[in-house]
């Protein structure tokens, strides 16, 4: 009797305990909604800032690509100037005057330099520097590297020595941006040899990959800076650098220029005792890579 007459008030406690679950969910369901809400307004910010940085970037690359291009006619003028006033066409220099034209001269090759490097940088950021891939022979790369250095190695104790390749080894890749990296490893190598050996060597590995080696006796790179040699506007803080100074875009752009070959750069060096810079690449540029730049 006391089963029967209990069962009725236990139905009264399961209903509120329905209730307050289905309470319960209506709370948390009305939470979630609030929250994706929340989530979708935080996507759409984000897009809408990635998308101001993106016009901003544009922007930045536009400016300097002007100014690059702005700044070259003037540099080019105060260059060919220099070089008549050297040559002493329209008379004798004095000492001092021909020490003054020499240093004015230098200057602007300096800035050449860098408006040279920040221009071909804001055009690799702005996707407007492609690739030109055909075939070529590696024997003639070097053939152009050793006339284009001979003229200006006038240090008598320093030597340039290449290793050509033994056999008719053929790239297909875009050897002129391949001759620029090459060119700035060999010219940072002669600045920063005082005396002894620059060597430039090229081995083809069994992945069919090309390695070009740049190795000098000279004043080598601290460890703690090596890490930072390929990032923009990193200089080595050495006497022999406060000498030659260079643009700190260099190297930077020798990564950025490696990987649009599809290859990737490496430094080595032991202080005192020197450096070794490196650059590997595909001997045949993956089809992915030209048709993307194409």
């Not at 399961?14 to 989530?39: F, K």
Request: proline share 4%; glycine share 6%; aromatic share 6%.
């Amino acid at each position: 009797m006391s089963l029967i007459e209990n069962a009725p008030s236990s139905r009264p406690g399961i209903a509120d305990r329905l209730a307050a679950a289905e309470s319960e969910l209506d709370a948390l369901r009305e939470e979630l909604e609030t929250t994706n809400r929340g989530v979708v307004a935080l996507y759409a910010e984000l897009d809408d800032q990635a998308e101001q940085l993106r016009h901003a970037s544009e922007l930045k690359s536009r400016f300097l690509s002007y100014i690059s291009h702005e700044f070259r006619t003037p540099l080019g003028a105060i260059k060919s100037l220099s070089g008549i006033l050297l040559s002493e066409m329209d008379g004798p220099l004095t000492q001092e005057q021909q020490k003054q034209v020499k240093f004015m001269r230098t200057s602007a090759d300096e800035l050449l330099e860098l408006v040279n490097d920040q221009l071909d940088l804001a055009k690799l950021e702005a996707g407007r520097l492609t690739v030109s891939p055909e075939w070529f022979e590696m024997v003639d790369l070097f053939a152009t590297l050793r006339g284009m250095f001979k003229p200006i190695l006038l240090n008598e104790d320093l030597n340039l020595t290449f290793e050509e390749p033994r056999g008719d080894v053929q790239l297909y890749s875009d050897d002129r941006k391949l001759s620029q990296i090459l060119r700035n490893f060999i010219s940072n190598a002669l600045k920063f040899t005082p005396h002894g050996e620059v060597r430039v060597r090229a081995t083809v590995n069994g992945d069919e990959t090309v390695t070009f080696t740049v190795t000098d006796t000279g004043i080598g790179i601290p460890a703690n800076a090596l890490e930072h040699i390929f990032d923009e506007f990193t200089q080595v803080d050495t006497p022999l650098q406060r000498r030659v100074r260079g643009t700190g875009l260099g190297l930077a752009l020798c990564r950025r220029l490696a990987r649009l070959l599809g290859g990737e750069v490496a430094a080595e060096s032991i202080v005192g005792e020197g450096s070794t810079f490196s650059v590997t690449i595909p001997m045949r540029i993956p089809v992915t890579l030209a048709t993307a730049q194409a």
